[in-house]
Each structure stands twice: as C-alpha cells, then as structure tokens.
C-alpha cells in the first residue's frame, strides 16, 4: 500500500462491457481517506458492477482503478485491505454467527485472541450476542445482514465496501448501522456506502457520486448537490438525486470536473 497516496480511491475511464450492454462507463472518480462516500444510482446504474471491479471480483473490460493505493489488477495486493458486504452477505446457514466470524477472521489471518475480542464486541453491538451460538439458518435477514456487516468490516480494512447494508433491518438496527458507520469512519476506515435510503446518505455522507446509465452524473458534498446553482435554494437530497438522473442520457449533462 502506497503510504503517501492519500486516496482510497482513484478510476480512471474504468469500464465494463457485457457483450453490446456497457454497464459502467468511463468512470472517473476520486475518494478521499476516512471518508463516508454515497454511492447512489437508480437500479440498473452501474453501482455494483463498479463495486464488484474495485474489489478485484470483476475484470474491468478497459479503464484502471487503484484502492488503498494498489492496482485493482492485482487481487493479491488489494483484498487484504477492502472489505465487501454484497446484497446477499455470503455467509453459511449451517454455521452459527461466531462459527462464520471465526472463520472469516481465520480467511484473514486474525490472530485468535484478537479476533475473538473484536467478534465479541461486534455481536454485543449489533445485539446478537444471545443469539450468537445458534445456526445462522434460523436467523432473520436483518440478523442475517447484521453478521454480513460485522464479517467485512471485522479486520478493520481501510476501504469498507457497504451494498445495502441497512436492507432488512428494524428502525432501532437500522440506527446501529448508522451509528457504527460514523463510529467507524472516525476510527479513519473509508466506507463506501451503497443504498436506496437517501436519508441515511444524507446524514452520514461526506460526498456523495451519482451514477447513472453506467456514468458518474454528479458528485459533490451533500450540501453543495442540495443547492441549486442558479438560485441557491436549498433542494432535498431526494430532489437533487431525481433531477441529475431524470431520464435523458447521461452524457448530455455536464459535471464540473473534480479538482486533484
């Protein structure tokens, strides 16, 4: 890992095509360290596929990226500093929650008293500690989402990759969620963030990207995508996201280009 590389995050024209479909489309975009970064887009965006390329599960069809400071082309060199919490955590029905956090720690090389302090401290967060010795197969999905969070954030990995990570969850674990998010981007972990729930990107987000038709639409601080150019009216979150994705093609808007 580049030590004086301070992005987590950096694409340049990444791009995936499947067939004549081109899902992401020359993807430019920066993310600075210790930052919560909204990744938003309609369905169909381009925001898992970018996910899936930034953490070495998809070869980009053309385009580079680097996260935590090395090249997503080297699988070897980027996993052990990301964490992944995909749509469906990929997670055991057979094993209990502590069975399958001892085995994604044993997966990371975690020495075993420090693993079990952190799965430990995890479960009792999340309010899974009682049932943290019963077969994951009986569990809710919101339970089931809980111990997906806690497996990709459990080596405390510098860019944290969250899809959906409050789907499924009641209003008191939905504010856990929250709450853990913003504990853990000040402890300088970057997460980011991939949801439908704009209220939860508008509380929690540093900046926020916008994708749309596989193509990078907006990005900007919260505050600054909420205010109107022209007049300066403040706008909700809700309002600006369907404004830079209504439905013309993307590549008729224009996006003030980031500065370095």
Known sequence: MDGADVLAIRTDEL???????TAVDGLTMTVDRGTVY???GPNGAGKTTTMRMLTTLTRPTSGTGRVAGEPIADREAVTPHIGYLPEEPPIYDELTAREQLEYAAGLRDLPEDESAERIGSLLERFDLLADADR???GYSKGMRQKVGVIQAVLHEPVVAFLDEPTSGLDPRAARTMR????????REMTIVLSTHILPVV?????????????ELVAQGD?????????T?????????????????????RSTEPRPE
């Open 232 to 252: 300066g009216e403040t706008r909700s979150l809700e309002d600006a996201f369907l404004e830079v994705t209504r439905e013309t093609p993307a590549t008729e």
């Open 38 to 40: 909204g990744f938003l």
């Open 135 to 137: 077969r994951i197969e």
């Open 202 to 214: 508008d509380e929690l987000a540093d900046e926020i990207g916008v994708i749309h038709e596989g």
């Open 15 to 21: 791009t995936k095509r499947y067939g004549e479909t």
């Open 179 to 186: 709450e853990t998010i913003a504990d853990l981007a000040d």
């Open 222 to 230: 919260p505050e600054t995508l909420k205010s109107r150019a022209e």
